[in-house]
């Protein structure tokens, strides 16, 4: 069965400490991967996608990085507006029920302090 | 402006009362899902759907229905609601290699 975890679930940094969020999954094929914030009470935003191992995507103070298990993204020199819940989610090969299916991990949350 | 349309955003309903949730995309995706978001346990596919009168299961179906009768809109229906579908509910659209967008949500209490 797919599996997407993602570790910590919850991130308390103050301003300027960098982190890193970890997505590991556990999937028959994988067709990509996304990284989504979730601010409170709203739809996801998209931040990044990943297709293969060694691909990285850099967007401001976030970078998102891939292996063939995991993923990463990091933060760097974080600002309170970078407090949301980071979701990771992953697109299965080789199923025939896989092309609109999108899992997703439970989501870290990220607090961001002055 | 691209966007993802779900109405009402807000619901409270009665046990065994059916309703529909509308959503709406301007983009002329291909696939549209449905998913719930519970604490905890993250965003769940409920349906979704690869064109127009092509609809599938996802990981938590029982209880709802959907269909896709046009590109633009993929209604979610609950027949007879009850407390435990109570949750913050989202529409997406995507293209079929591209990134999903997602609606505003709709957050259901059922009593």
């Known amino acids: 069965e797919d599996q997407v975890t993602q570790s910590p679930e919850a991130l308390r940094l103050q301003e300027g400490e960098s982190s890193s969020l970890n997505c590991s999954y556990t999937?028959?094929?994988?067709?990509?991967l996304f990284w989504y914030r979730q601010d409170p009470g709203k739809g996801p935003e998209f931040l990044f996608t990943?297709?293969?191992a060694g691909e990285e995507k850099e967007k401001e103070r976030l970078k998102a990085t891939l292996t063939k298990k995991e993923s990463f993204l990091h933060i760097t020199a974080p600002k309170p507006e970078d407090s949301a819940t980071y979701l990771c989610?992953?697109?299965?090969?080789?199923?025939?029920?896989?092309?609109?299916?999108?899992?997703f991990g439970a989501g870290t949350q990220v607090v961001v302090t002055p | 402006e691209a966007q993802v349309t779900q109405n009402p955003r807000y619901l409270i309903t009665v046990t065994g009362k059916k309703l529909t949730v509308t959503c709406s995309q301007n983009?002329?995706?291909?696939?549209m899902s449905w998913y719930r978001q519970d604490p905890g346990l993250g965003l769940r596919q409920i349906y979704y759907?690869?064109?127009?009168?092509?609809?599938d299961k996802g990981d938590v179906p029982e209880g709802y229905k959907v269909s896709r009768k046009e590109k633009r809109n993929f209604p979610l229906i609950l027949e007879s609601p009850s407390p435990n579908q109570t949750s913050l509910y989202f529409c997406?659209?995507?293209?079929?290699?591209?990134?999903?967008?997602f609606g505003q949500g709709t957050r259901l209490t059922v009593v």
């Open positions: 997406a659209s995507r293209p079929d290699r591209g990134k999903a967008f």
């Open positions: 999937v028959s094929g994988l067709r990509g």
């Open positions: 990943l297709y293969s």
């Open positions: 989610a992953v697109q299965v090969v080789g199923r025939t029920d896989s092309w609109g299916k999108l899992q």
């Open positions: 983009m002329n995706h291909e696939y």
């Open positions: 759907s690869m064109n127009v009168e092509v609809t």
